[in-house]
């Protein structure tokens, strides 16, 4: 209280406080904020072993962009277009509405050319280490699902997941595209695993020995 309001009404006496005070909790919703971070590197020469028509220069060490030459295609500015395309179904034209209300009036096109960069190139070793992961656990399912794409003339193609079953402590899904649901993807994608396969594509469950299996 007020030190005006901590007095009786009454006798205008200090109040004491008889008891622990009630706390009332809410939670509060921050939005999301942009801030630009500036990275300088600084430039050196030796003045002993340096001459005018040869330097010997040093630079201080610089964090490495994710994307060349871009300011804005940041590790944190991609994986939460990623996070909203891929896990909230947000697809990158309605994401071009939303980042031009922040202020950074981002393409389609150019989200879309940062993700297919970023997955087919810096994240590739992760997927391959996730699908190495998998194949070393001893139940896995696998399942394809039809999908149109523009970049192939065929109507429909399709994607493979290889996932975890429940139990496993490791739970990982790896999905791969392909323009058929040929067993030769599934062969492709489960090479070297020696265990059991879940599918209600093909079979129940298949055993696999081999990639000729």
């Known amino acids: 209280m007020l030190d005006e309001k901590c007095s009786?009404?009454?006798?205008?006496?200090?109040l004491v406080q008889?008891?622990?005070?009630?706390?009332?909790?809410?939670?509060?919703?921050?939005?999301?904020k942009l801030r630009l971070l500036k990275h300088h590197q600084a430039v050196y020469k030796c003045p002993k072993c340096?001459?005018?028509?040869r330097s010997k220069i040093s630079k201080a060490s610089m964090p490495r962009s994710l994307i060349s030459h871009s300011k804005t295609g940041s590790p944190s500015i991609?994986?939460?277009?990623?996070?909203?395309k891929y896990v909230y179904k947000v697809p990158?034209?309605?994401q071009e509405a939303m980042w031009k209300l922040k202020g950074l009036p981002f393409t389609r096109q150019q989200m879309s050319k940062w993700l297919i960069d970023v997955l087919n190139n810096q994240l590739s070793p992760l997927y391959d280490l996730l699908l190495k992961e998998l194949k070393r656990q001893r139940f896995l399912h696998v399942d394809e699902t039809p999908y149109n794409t523009l970049a192939s003339k065929k109507a429909n193609t399709y994607y493979w997941v290889v996932t975890s079953v429940k139990f496993e402590e490791k739970n990982i899904a790896a999905f791969t595209h392909s323009d058929?649901?040929?067993?030769e993807t599934a062969k492709k994608?489960?090479?070297?695993?020696?265990?059991?396969?879940?599918?209600?594509?093909?079979?129940d469950i298949?055993?696999?020995?081999?990639?000729?299996?």
């Not at 009786?8 to 200090?14: I, M, Q, S």
């Not at 991609?78 to 909203?84: L, N, P, S, V």
């Open 92 to 94: 990158c034209y309605r």
């Open 78 to 84: 991609i994986a939460h277009i990623a996070a909203m």
């Open 18 to 32: 008889v008891a622990n005070p009630k706390i009332r909790e809410e939670v509060k919703f921050v939005p999301a």
């Open 50 to 53: 340096s001459s005018d028509d």
């Open 180 to 183: 058929g649901r040929s067993s």
């Open 206 to 213: 298949i055993s696999l020995t081999g990639p000729d299996t």
């Open 8 to 14: 009786c009404p009454e006798c205008h006496t200090r």
């Open 189 to 203: 994608l489960l090479s070297d695993f020696n265990g059991y396969v879940q599918t209600t594509a093909m079979q």
